[in-house]
């Protein structure tokens, strides 16, 4: 049976845009590529608030992240990893994996990171780059990117801000440009509301000033070498074209709806589950750092939330149960996010109150 999906990612994908990614195939080398891979970088400086290259990556975002803490920390330098939840911790898994110096700072799962935060850690060294998770996704933890990076920029302009937006982009604003950050990197399946497989990352000019200088960054993920065909509108390997056909049509429809309005439609969704959740259950995060676009519910009724979806996949829906071991059956998540609307958040809510038998 189809389910509509309330999970964070992949997330619920309209028919409109399955149909535009099986528009008839057409050669990664030709014009009509080239033509294509520019229409796609001029709507996304719209919605990244940049004149900075946008790189197109067939790939999950895990990939890119590799590639920017590899092409971020120069020899003798140190990257100081922020984790607040179960994606954060990633960015530091990566860098251990490359080989590069790195130190760690965490915080209590379901709170964020302050700038007052990153202050502190950032003094303590020498810092060639800082990773940041805007939304974490296991948490639904949001924190406050904009901030975090005026103090980086303002007090440690030589530490490069490398940002994992994957499950708020092109579902928050993030003012690229504005912000100063260096690589933010989303993926199709999310917020942009595409199948999976299509990475895009946001790379200023002080990024890939950086990568000049650091030896052996690996090809695939490499940004020079994204760089040089990317001026061309193209790409060094072969392109995800099905994936940025789609996402050509779905950049469209952004567009026509308006940018602050999608922020703003987001942020009503959020705004309903968390009206509900409090209502019946709790909140899992801190107040002062929740997500726009998925909401992490804590268990305090006790109920089954693998029951729950059972009962929810026979009506056509599907939400997310705690992520990993330290959280499953212990708080389950709502998305909100992509073109999800909030009449759909409000039949979502309303199964789930009949079901459990909520007043």
């Given amino acids: 049976m189809y389910k509509k999906?309330?999970?964070?990612?992949?997330?619920?994908?309209?028919?409109?845009?399955?149909?535009?990614?099986?528009?008839?195939?057409?050669?990664?080398?030709?014009?009509e590529y080239s033509e294509l891979q520019g229409e796609v970088r001029r709507k996304l400086e719209k919605v990244l608030y940049t004149e900075q290259p946008i790189f197109l990556?067939?790939?999950?975002?895990t990939g890119v992240m590799e590639g920017a803490i590899r092409q971020a920390v120069r020899p003798g330098k140190r990257a100081l990893v922020t984790v607040c939840g179960a994606f954060?911790?990633?960015?530091?898994?990566?860098?251990?994996?490359?080989?590069?110096p790195v130190d760690r700072i965490d915080v209590e799962w379901g709170q964020g990171f302050t700038p007052e935060l990153i202050d502190e850690a950032l003094s303590q060294g020498d810092y060639d780059a800082v990773t940041i998770t805007f939304n974490e996704t296991s948490t639904g933890v949001m924190n406050p990117l904009q901030e975090i990076a005026a103090l980086v920029n303002e007090k440690y302009p030589e530490t490069v801000i490398l940002v994992?937006?994957?499950?708020?982009?092109?579902?928050?604003?993030?003012?690229?440009?504005?912000?100063?950050?260096?690589?933010?990197?989303?993926?199709?399946?999310?917020?942009?509301?595409?199948?999976?497989?299509?990475?895009?990352?946001?790379?200023?000019?002080?990024m890939l000033k950086r990568a000049e200088e650091v030896p052996n960054s690996g090809y695939y993920f490499n940004f020079l070498v994204m760089l040089?065909?990317?001026?061309?509108?193209?790409?060094?390997?072969?392109?995800?074209?099905?994936?940025?056909?789609?996402?050509?049509?779905?950049?469209?429809?952004?567009?026509?709806?308006g940018l602050d309005n999608r922020w703003a439609r987001h942020l009503e969704?959020?705004?309903?589950?968390?009206?509900?959740?409090?209502?019946?259950?709790?909140?899992?995060?801190?107040?002062?750092?929740?997500?726009?676009?998925?909401?992490?519910?804590?268990n305090t009724r006790g109920i089954s939330v693998a029951n729950l979806n059972a009962e929810l996949a026979k009506r056509g829906a599907m939400i997310s149960n705690g992520y990993g071991s330290k959280l499953?059956?212990?708080?389950?998540?709502?998305?909100h996010m992509g073109d999800l609307t909030i009449a759909d958040i409000t039949w979502l809510l309303g199964e789930i109150n009949d079901i459990l038998g909520l007043e």
């Fill in 328 to 335: 499953k059956e212990k708080t389950f998540r709502i998305a």
């Fill in 5 to 31: 999906l309330f999970i964070p990612g992949p997330t619920h994908v309209r028919e409109e845009i399955l149909e535009a990614q099986a528009a008839p195939m057409i050669g990664h080398r030709a014009k």
């Fill in 57 to 61: 990556f067939a790939s999950s975002g």
């Fill in 228 to 257: 040089k065909k990317y001026k061309v509108d193209q790409t060094p390997a072969t392109p995800a074209i099905s994936l940025i056909q789609a996402l050509n049509k779905q950049l469209d429809d952004m567009l026509a709806e």
């Fill in 269 to 298: 969704m959020a705004e309903a589950v968390r009206t509900w959740a409090r209502r019946y259950f709790a909140l899992y995060p801190d107040e002062r750092f929740l997500s726009n676009t998925v909401t992490t519910v804590e």
């Fill in 88 to 100: 954060s911790a990633r960015w530091h898994e990566l860098t251990v994996a490359n080989g590069v």
């Fill in 164 to 206: 994992d937006a994957v499950s708020a982009m092109a579902g928050a604003k993030i003012a690229c440009d504005a912000w100063g950050l260096d690589v933010a990197l989303g993926s199709s399946q999310k917020c942009f509301a595409l199948p999976p497989g299509l990475t895009v990352a946001a790379v200023s000019e002080r």
